[in-house]
């Protein structure tokens, strides 16, 4: 009978032990737990810190980057290959053009201008005859026409104004001739400081005109003075 009342009351008694041993297991069960989202956070943090070293130190590498002695004599002189190389075909697009495309301080451009301007001259066309064909270099016979070279000098003036001088072949049913022309850069349309025609089976010289005389004058005033005494 006493054990049988004692009993309740022993068990009143270890009841709260229990409860306590209980919560010492669940706050024991539970630190593993925080100690893994611990875990977690330190390494999901990690790769972002060695992803920035990554970036900081690939931003250094090129600033580390030392050209040798070696490479820096290499690195000049392949520069200045490849700018010699534009500047030679600069060049040679400047002469093939000026040839191609005629103007009238080209030797093509002055021959084309000359030849019009001596084929409606009556003191030309009553010695050659009509029509009037003009190329520049005879080689045995055979011409090309205005495509053929023409014979030129370039020049300066006392003032030191670009001049050209050139020399061509002219051909007509009853003779032929050859033709000497020369322009200054400042001068208009069929003006010239002279052009001449040299007949070649009487050796005549036609000064279709000359202003060699009037230009070799110092002073404005003289030059116009030269001119009202020539006709001009």
């Known amino acids: 009978m006493l054990r049988f009342l004692a009993s309740p009351a022993i068990r009143a008694v270890q009841k709260p032990a229990v409860q306590q041993r209980s919560r010492v297991l669940q706050v024991v069960t539970r630190r593993p737990a925080t100690t893994r989202n611990i875990t977690t956070s330190r390494s999901r943090f990690a790769p972002e810190k060695s992803t920035a070293q990554a970036t900081k130190e690939g931003q250094k590498a090129p600033d580390a980057l030392v050209l040798t002695p070696y490479e820096k004599v290499t690195a000049t002189a392949t520069g200045g290959f490849w700018l010699g190389l534009i500047g030679l075909g ?67 003036d006392k003032n030191g104004n670009p001049r050209l001088r050139i020399k061509y072949n002219i051909k007509g049913p009853t003779g032929h001739a050859y033709v000497f022309a020369e322009v200054n850069q400042d001068m208009k349309k069929n003006e010239y400081v002279y052009l001449i025609v040299q007949v070649t089976k009487t050796g005549e010289l036609l000064k279709v005109i000359d202003n060699r005389q009037i230009l070799s004058a110092e002073t404005q005033e003289e030059q116009d003075a030269l001119r009202m005494l020539l006709g001009k």
Do not use: Q, W
């Open 90 to 156: 600069a060049v040679g697009v400047y002469f093939v053009a000026r040839e191609l495309l005629p103007n009238r301080m080209s030797p093509n451009g002055l021959f084309s201008e000359s030849l019009d301007f001596l084929s409606e001259n009556t003191d030309v066309t009553s010695r050659l005859g009509l029509p009037i064909h003009g190329y520049g270099h005879d080689h045995g016979g055979h011409r090309e026409g205005r495509r053929n070279r023409i014979e030129h000098v370039n020049l300066k």
